[in-house]
């Protein structure tokens, strides 16, 4: 465990190290280097290092009341498993992944051992997707994505909401494998059946392939839900069409989760639109035809439409991450994967400051 450096400091440490990073990239992309072979490999090295780094230092923090979200609320599961394991039934709550990684190591190791695995799975997992993706390039879209304000979060507070997004990330990159796809995201469904929205809006994209039809359907949630108010929201909460206890609980209980005020969160919904605008200007605009980009464009619409739809719900972020983990690579991979502009790595480091400013706002400045 890491207990040298003050637990006030904790997460400000690693903020500060993002800022970094980010930085590091930026200027990679302003000096014109990015796409050169010595920054290729530098950054290759760099990158799984780096990985390592956060696995380490998220994985091994201190268990307290105080910090970290739900971290002690999952460290107080996990002690009732170690005296009460044997009465505990795996497939309780239907998570059954992230329930048996759980009683195995209450049964085999401690706390600290298990916190670190979910780290690996989260930081491993999602590390491995970037490689698949951008294969030697992933360092900026790695940056990309813990530079996001919810990267830190749902590795110390969402935990299992974390590593089943990073598995799924893992899961869409064997696109070409359907087999290997549909295993590694039926793991990511039994660490959270949040995901099952995800998976399903991914099927419904790998049919519907017209990213105008769901950028209307987007723009369409927006007017419905302004117009009907909470009435979507009770009505899916009151239904009983999910079948889960905390998806009402997330609705309108306390879990303890919720946003710094509630109602139609204008400033998350002009957050959302940022990722919908960068792929409409490239779809659209620059007649971008990767498929795989313009799939995870449309998986991004339908889930962040969800999202719209419920949008004031007093714990409505637990629904924005099911879009917003999406969310860099909508909006790095057309700057890494093919060239538009003959300056674009400037362009590349421009995307890099100003896609890190709401992160450099929420958690810098303040």
Known sequence: MIDFIPLSSYTPVFNFFILFLVVIAAAEGFSGSVFKPETRSFNKVCGAFIAIAVTLYMGLRPITPYYFGDTINYAISFYN????????????????????????????????????????VYVGALWWALVRIFKDDYFIPMIVVMSMFTFWTYGVNGIRNGMASSII?????????????????ILGLGIHKSMA???????????????????YGWLGCIVISLATGNL??????NSGLIGDDRFSDYMTGDTGDTFSHEGFRWDFLLFSAIPVAVG???????????????????IYLITNSFWILVIRANFSNRFAQISW???????????????????QPRKIG????????????????H
């Open 81 to 120: 498993l170690q005296i009460h394991g044997h009465e505990f039934t795996v497939a309780s709550g239907g998570e059954w992944v992230f329930n048996s990684i759980m009683l195995w190591f209450a049964a085999n190791s401690d706390v600290h051992i298990f916190f670190l695995f979910c780290a690996f």
């Open 169 to 185: 990330i893992l899961a869409f990159t064997f696109r070409r494998n359907i087999p290997v796809m549909i295993g590694i995201a």
């Open 197 to 215: 929205l995800t998976v399903c809006a991914g099927i419904l994209a790998l049919f519907v392939k017209k990213p105008k039809l769901f950028l």
């Open 232 to 237: 979507i929201t009770d009505f899916i909460s």
């Open 280 to 298: 409409s200007y490239f779809i659209f605009k620059r007649e971008y035809t990767d498929k795989f980009y313009i799939w995870l464009f449309n």
């Open 325 to 343: 983990f999406i969310m860099p690579l909508v909006l790095i991979y057309p700057y890494i994967m093919k060239k538009f502009w003959d300056d």
């Open 350 to 365: 421009w995307a890099v400051i100003v896609f890190y400013l709401y992160t450099f706002y929420t958690y810098i400045l």
